[in-house]
């Protein structure tokens, strides 16, 4: 399975504010979407942070997001451990495929492919 990028998700109540604060470290918004922003380095592609207010699809937040080539095929991998899939494998409005598992230690993961 090939992984294209490992992002952590940070929980923000207010993403404008901690937009800024990145910023200032030297990220880049990519993507606002108000609920979420995508901070990416302008040097290193693959060093982002997200912030998030409430995801706008699934019940809860996730911790991580991990991009992979290939989400169906980790989906029905997690699936045969019998891990617990927070939120189902799902085509997004904004592009995206993706699920979320919760790891052994209890963090959500998001797994995403981009369409």
Known sequence: ???RRAVPDITTADPAVSSGFYQLLGFGEEMNLGWVVNLVSPFDPTAQVILITKDA???VN???SVEVADV???YEAVRATGAEIV???TDEQW???RFFVR???GNVVNVVSHR
């Open 1 to 3: 399975m090939t992984i």
């Open 57 to 59: 699809a699934a019940s």
């Open 62 to 64: 996730p911790d991580l």
């Open 72 to 74: 169906d095929a980790v």
């Open 87 to 89: 939120h189902p494998i």
């Open 95 to 97: 592009g995206v495929r």
């Open 103 to 105: 790891d052994p230690d």
